[in-house]
Protein backbone atom coordinates (compact mmCIF):
# COMPACT_ATOMS: atom_id res chain seq x y z
CA UNK A 1 0.00 0.00 0.00
CA UNK A 2 1.41 3.48 -0.74
CA UNK A 3 0.30 6.51 0.62
CA UNK A 4 -3.31 5.51 1.11
CA UNK A 5 -6.44 7.45 2.09
CA UNK A 6 -9.34 5.43 2.98
CA UNK A 7 -12.71 6.09 4.50
CA UNK A 8 -16.44 6.28 4.90
CA UNK A 9 -18.55 9.32 3.18
CA UNK A 10 -15.99 11.55 2.45
CA UNK A 11 -14.37 11.22 5.74
CA UNK A 12 -11.12 9.53 6.29
CA UNK A 13 -9.78 6.86 8.37
CA UNK A 14 -6.74 6.15 7.05
CA UNK A 15 -4.40 9.40 6.57
CA UNK A 16 -1.68 8.65 4.48
CA UNK A 17 -0.94 4.82 5.02
CA UNK A 18 2.00 2.95 3.31
CA UNK A 19 3.63 -0.88 3.82
CA UNK A 20 4.47 -3.44 2.55
CA UNK A 21 4.68 -7.19 3.13
CA UNK A 22 6.72 -9.19 1.48
CA UNK A 23 6.96 -12.92 -0.19
CA UNK A 24 6.38 -15.52 2.16
CA UNK A 25 6.64 -13.11 4.69
CA UNK A 26 4.15 -12.57 8.08
CA UNK A 27 2.97 -9.04 8.88
CA UNK A 28 1.15 -8.61 11.80
CA UNK A 29 -0.94 -5.27 12.22
CA UNK A 30 -2.02 -4.26 15.94
CA UNK A 31 -3.82 -1.24 17.42
CA UNK A 32 -6.65 -0.29 19.35
CA UNK A 33 -10.62 -0.56 18.82
CA UNK A 34 -11.37 1.81 15.69
CA UNK A 35 -7.98 2.54 14.86
CA UNK A 36 -8.96 1.94 11.42
CA UNK A 37 -7.23 -2.24 10.89
CA UNK A 38 -10.05 -3.77 9.05
CA UNK A 39 -10.37 -0.28 7.02
CA UNK A 40 -6.77 -1.03 6.09
CA UNK A 41 -7.77 -4.29 5.36
CA UNK A 42 -10.90 -3.73 3.14
CA UNK A 43 -9.10 -1.10 0.92
CA UNK A 44 -6.30 -3.58 0.83
CA UNK A 45 -8.49 -6.33 -0.66
CA UNK A 46 -10.25 -4.34 -2.77
CA UNK A 47 -13.71 -4.00 -1.04
CA UNK A 48 -13.03 0.09 -0.23
CA UNK A 49 -11.59 2.33 -2.66
CA UNK A 50 -9.26 4.31 -1.33
CA UNK A 51 -9.55 8.04 -2.00
CA UNK A 52 -5.76 8.49 -2.88
CA UNK A 53 -2.73 6.58 -2.90
CA UNK A 54 -2.47 2.52 -4.30
CA UNK A 55 -1.90 -1.13 -3.59
CA UNK A 56 0.18 -3.03 -5.27
CA UNK A 57 -0.09 -6.77 -6.08
CA UNK A 58 2.85 -8.12 -6.94
CA UNK A 59 4.27 -5.79 -9.68
CA UNK A 60 0.97 -5.22 -11.01
CA UNK A 61 -1.25 -1.64 -9.62
CA UNK A 62 -4.58 -3.24 -8.32
CA UNK A 63 -5.92 -0.04 -7.79
CA UNK A 64 -8.84 0.09 -9.73
CA UNK A 65 -9.96 -3.91 -9.21
CA UNK A 66 -12.23 -4.96 -7.55
CA UNK A 67 -12.34 -7.95 -4.87
CA UNK A 68 -12.93 -10.21 -7.51
CA UNK A 69 -10.27 -9.04 -9.34
CA UNK A 70 -7.68 -9.47 -6.68
CA UNK A 71 -8.60 -12.80 -5.52
CA UNK A 72 -8.47 -14.44 -9.11
CA UNK A 73 -4.56 -13.13 -8.51
CA UNK A 74 -4.29 -14.66 -5.78
CA UNK A 75 -5.29 -12.88 -3.03
CA UNK A 76 -7.47 -14.54 -0.66
CA UNK A 77 -9.66 -12.43 2.43
CA UNK A 78 -11.38 -13.56 5.89
CA UNK A 79 -13.33 -10.86 7.09
CA UNK A 80 -13.70 -10.03 11.03
CA UNK A 81 -17.45 -11.03 10.86
CA UNK A 82 -19.66 -12.77 8.80
CA UNK A 83 -16.96 -15.01 6.97
CA UNK A 84 -19.00 -18.34 6.72
CA UNK A 85 -22.38 -19.27 4.57
CA UNK A 86 -23.99 -20.40 8.23
CA UNK A 87 -26.71 -21.61 6.32
CA UNK A 88 -24.62 -24.13 3.76
CA UNK A 89 -22.61 -27.50 5.22
CA UNK A 90 -18.75 -27.23 5.75
CA UNK A 91 -18.32 -29.16 2.18
CA UNK A 92 -20.20 -26.35 0.35
CA UNK A 93 -18.68 -23.63 1.74
CA UNK A 94 -15.01 -25.18 1.19
CA UNK A 95 -16.46 -25.85 -2.54
CA UNK A 96 -17.83 -22.71 -2.93
CA UNK A 97 -14.44 -20.71 -2.03
CA UNK A 98 -13.13 -23.14 -5.01
CA UNK A 99 -15.20 -22.61 -7.41
CA UNK A 100 -15.40 -18.76 -6.97
CA UNK A 101 -11.85 -18.25 -8.67
CA UNK A 102 -12.54 -20.15 -11.25
CA UNK A 103 -10.00 -18.64 -13.33
CA UNK A 104 -7.50 -19.63 -11.29
CA UNK A 105 -4.59 -22.16 -11.91
CA UNK A 106 -4.88 -24.95 -9.01
CA UNK A 107 -4.89 -27.72 -8.18
CA UNK A 108 -7.74 -30.48 -8.63
CA UNK A 109 -10.69 -30.00 -6.11
CA UNK A 110 -10.49 -33.59 -4.18
CA UNK A 111 -6.60 -33.22 -3.83
CA UNK A 112 -6.78 -29.34 -3.05
CA UNK A 113 -9.59 -30.39 -0.13
CA UNK A 114 -7.36 -33.25 0.84
CA UNK A 115 -4.62 -31.10 1.52
CA UNK A 116 -6.74 -27.80 3.29
CA UNK A 117 -8.03 -30.51 5.64
CA UNK A 118 -4.69 -31.77 6.74
CA UNK A 119 -4.56 -28.04 8.05
CA UNK A 120 -7.75 -28.48 9.68
CA UNK A 121 -8.24 -32.21 11.25
CA UNK A 122 -11.56 -30.60 13.28
CA UNK A 123 -13.22 -30.37 10.16
CA UNK A 124 -13.01 -32.91 8.26
CA UNK A 125 -15.26 -34.96 10.43
CA UNK A 126 -17.86 -32.57 10.25
CA UNK A 127 -17.88 -32.11 6.42
CA UNK A 128 -21.97 -32.47 6.21
CA UNK A 129 -22.56 -30.41 9.31
CA UNK A 130 -24.16 -26.76 8.61
CA UNK A 131 -21.36 -24.12 9.07
CA UNK A 132 -24.12 -22.47 11.24
CA UNK A 133 -24.31 -25.09 13.66
CA UNK A 134 -20.41 -25.46 14.49
CA UNK A 135 -18.47 -23.79 17.47
CA UNK A 136 -16.86 -20.20 17.08
CA UNK A 137 -13.39 -21.96 16.66
CA UNK A 138 -14.48 -24.19 14.36
CA UNK A 139 -16.56 -21.49 11.94
CA UNK A 140 -13.58 -19.67 12.21
CA UNK A 141 -11.55 -23.21 10.57
CA UNK A 142 -13.97 -23.23 7.90
CA UNK A 143 -13.33 -19.39 6.92
CA UNK A 144 -10.12 -20.29 6.55
CA UNK A 145 -10.39 -23.07 4.72
CA UNK A 146 -12.55 -21.62 2.53
CA UNK A 147 -10.13 -19.06 2.13
CA UNK A 148 -7.55 -21.62 1.18
CA UNK A 149 -9.12 -23.78 -1.27
CA UNK A 150 -8.41 -21.85 -4.23
CA UNK A 151 -4.60 -21.73 -3.52
CA UNK A 152 -3.84 -18.18 -2.57
CA UNK A 153 -0.16 -16.37 -2.58
CA UNK A 154 -1.34 -13.67 -0.41
CA UNK A 155 -4.10 -14.81 2.57
CA UNK A 156 -5.32 -11.61 4.76
CA UNK A 157 -7.10 -12.43 8.24
CA UNK A 158 -8.87 -9.63 10.01
CA UNK A 159 -9.19 -11.13 13.89
CA UNK A 160 -8.69 -14.75 13.22
CA UNK A 161 -8.69 -15.16 17.43
CA UNK A 162 -11.54 -13.11 18.12
CA UNK A 163 -14.00 -14.35 20.29
CA UNK A 164 -12.16 -17.79 20.95
CA UNK A 165 -10.46 -19.09 24.02
CA UNK A 166 -6.87 -18.73 24.49
CA UNK A 167 -6.20 -22.14 23.90
CA UNK A 168 -8.57 -22.19 20.59
CA UNK A 169 -6.64 -19.10 19.78
CA UNK A 170 -3.30 -21.12 20.05
CA UNK A 171 -4.25 -23.83 18.01
CA UNK A 172 -5.85 -21.11 15.12
CA UNK A 173 -1.86 -19.41 15.57
CA UNK A 174 -0.04 -22.98 15.22
CA UNK A 175 -2.10 -23.57 11.63
CA UNK A 176 -1.54 -20.20 10.85
CA UNK A 177 2.21 -20.81 11.40
CA UNK A 178 1.68 -24.27 9.34
CA UNK A 179 0.40 -21.66 6.46
CA UNK A 180 3.04 -19.57 6.86
CA UNK A 181 5.58 -22.09 6.42
CA UNK A 182 3.67 -23.79 3.40
CA UNK A 183 4.93 -20.11 1.63
CA UNK A 184 1.62 -18.16 1.89
CA UNK A 185 1.82 -14.73 2.32
CA UNK A 186 0.36 -13.36 5.04
CA UNK A 187 -1.27 -10.18 6.28
CA UNK A 188 -2.89 -10.17 9.62
CA UNK A 189 -5.00 -8.22 11.87
CA UNK A 190 -4.67 -9.31 15.23
CA UNK A 191 -6.07 -8.04 18.85
CA UNK A 192 -4.20 -10.58 20.25
CA UNK A 193 -0.74 -8.79 20.41
CA UNK A 194 1.17 -11.06 21.86
CA UNK A 195 0.08 -14.19 19.81
CA UNK A 196 -0.04 -12.22 16.79
CA UNK A 197 3.51 -10.73 16.91
CA UNK A 198 4.42 -13.61 17.80
CA UNK A 199 3.53 -15.91 14.81
CA UNK A 200 4.89 -12.66 12.62
CA UNK A 201 7.93 -11.33 10.94
CA UNK A 202 6.96 -8.09 11.18
CA UNK A 203 4.41 -5.88 12.97
CA UNK A 204 2.91 -2.66 12.28
CA UNK A 205 0.92 -0.34 14.98
CA UNK A 206 -1.51 1.47 13.43
CA UNK A 207 -3.09 4.39 15.85
CA UNK A 208 -5.74 7.21 14.76
CA UNK A 209 -5.42 5.31 11.15
CA UNK A 210 -1.70 6.17 10.99
CA UNK A 211 1.01 3.56 11.34
CA UNK A 212 2.61 4.45 14.72
CA UNK A 213 5.63 1.67 14.14
CA UNK A 214 6.88 -0.76 11.55
CA UNK A 215 9.47 -2.93 12.85
CA UNK A 216 10.44 -6.72 13.34
CA UNK A 217 7.87 -8.45 15.17
CA UNK A 218 10.38 -9.67 18.07
CA UNK A 219 11.39 -6.02 18.15
CA UNK A 220 7.86 -5.07 19.03
CA UNK A 221 7.13 -7.54 21.29
CA UNK A 222 10.69 -6.62 23.16
CA UNK A 223 9.54 -2.79 23.38
CA UNK A 224 8.13 -1.13 26.37
CA UNK A 225 6.06 1.04 25.13
CA UNK A 226 4.11 -1.59 23.21
CA UNK A 227 4.31 -3.84 26.13
CA UNK A 228 2.63 -0.86 28.12
CA UNK A 229 0.18 0.40 25.67
CA UNK A 230 -0.95 -2.70 24.14
CA UNK A 231 0.00 -6.26 26.68
CA UNK A 232 -1.42 -4.08 29.57
CA UNK A 233 2.28 -3.51 31.05
CA UNK A 234 2.67 -7.54 31.63
N1 LIG B 1 -18.92 1.02 6.99
C1 LIG B 1 -18.56 2.08 7.72
N2 LIG B 1 -19.14 3.28 7.60
C2 LIG B 1 -18.76 4.34 8.34
N3 LIG B 1 -17.78 4.31 9.25
C3 LIG B 1 -17.14 3.14 9.42
C4 LIG B 1 -17.50 1.96 8.69
N4 LIG B 1 -16.69 0.95 9.09
C5 LIG B 1 -15.88 1.46 10.04
N5 LIG B 1 -16.15 2.77 10.24
C6 LIG B 1 -15.45 3.66 11.18
O1 LIG B 1 -14.07 3.67 10.87
C7 LIG B 1 -13.28 3.68 12.06
C8 LIG B 1 -12.29 2.53 12.02
O2 LIG B 1 -13.02 1.30 12.00
P1 LIG B 1 -12.30 -0.09 11.74
O3 LIG B 1 -13.36 -1.10 11.68
O4 LIG B 1 -11.38 0.05 10.59
O5 LIG B 1 -11.43 -0.21 13.08
P2 LIG B 1 -10.64 -1.45 13.67
O6 LIG B 1 -9.26 -0.95 14.01
O7 LIG B 1 -10.75 -2.62 12.77
O8 LIG B 1 -11.43 -1.70 15.04
P3 LIG B 1 -11.70 -3.08 15.83
O9 LIG B 1 -10.43 -3.38 16.60
O10 LIG B 1 -12.82 -2.71 16.77
O11 LIG B 1 -12.07 -4.15 14.85
C9 LIG B 1 -14.27 3.63 13.23
O12 LIG B 1 -14.44 4.93 13.70
C10 LIG B 1 -15.53 3.12 12.59
O13 LIG B 1 -16.66 3.64 13.24
MG1 LIG C 1 -11.58 -4.49 12.96
Known sequence: MRDVV?????????????LAVGTGETLVVVGPNGSGKSTLMKT???LLSPFSGHILLGDADVTGLGAPGRAARGLAY????????RNMTVLENLTVGYEFTA????????DR???VLDLFPEIRARLRHMA????????QMVAMAAAL?????VLALDEPSAGLSPRNAESLFAIIGRIAASGVTL?????NTRLGLGAADRGIVLVSGRIRLDAPAADLLANPDIRHLYLGGA
Not at 149 to 153: E, I
Open 6 to 18: AGYGGQPILHGVS
Open 44 to 46: AVG
Open 78 to 85: VPQEANVF
Open 103 to 110: DRARAAFA
Open 113 to 115: LDA
Open 132 to 139: GHLSGGQR
Open 149 to 153: MPQPS
Open 187 to 191: LIIEQ
